[in-house]
């Protein structure tokens, strides 16, 4: 069983930057996806960011050229670089690991972007 808990999370201003973590335990193998989500407020929740075992990402529309995700394979953690951070970044961020045994979301970690 697979267990992530995010970090990073905080308080904002517009135009500034944060990075997030997602660090991994349990039974991980080696061949997995991570992804990104986040929950507005009153709204869905959005995919962000995804980055696969290669290290190939693709983003949401609304972040594109503003985020970047990575991974570190060797200690089993996922970051989300945000920068330019908007108003409307603002909502709980969730990572999600999965392959083809499992499907596992942490916690999720509050981003506010406000002046």
């Known amino acids: 069983q697979v267990q992530l808990v995010e970090s990073g999370g905080g308080l904002v201003q517009p135009g500034g930057s944060l990075r997030l973590s997602c660090a991994a335990s349990?039974?991980?193998?080696?061949?997995?996806?991570m992804e990104w989500h986040r929950q507005a407020p009153g709204k869905q929740r959005e995919f962000v960011a995804q980055?696969?075992?290669?290290?190939?990402?693709r983003y949401g529309d609304s972040v594109k050229g503003r985020f970047t995700a990575s991974r570190d394979n060797a200690s089993n953690t996922a970051y989300l670089r945000m920068n330019n951070l908007k108003p409307e970044d603002t909502g709980v961020y969730y990572c999600?690991?999965?392959?083809?045994?499992?499907?596992?979301w942490g916690q999720g970690t509050q981003v506010t972007v406000s002046s």
């Open positions: 999600r690991r999965y392959d083809v045994m499992s499907d596992t």
């Open positions: 349990g039974s991980i193998s080696t061949h997995h996806v």
């Open positions: 980055i696969i075992t290669g290290g190939i990402t």
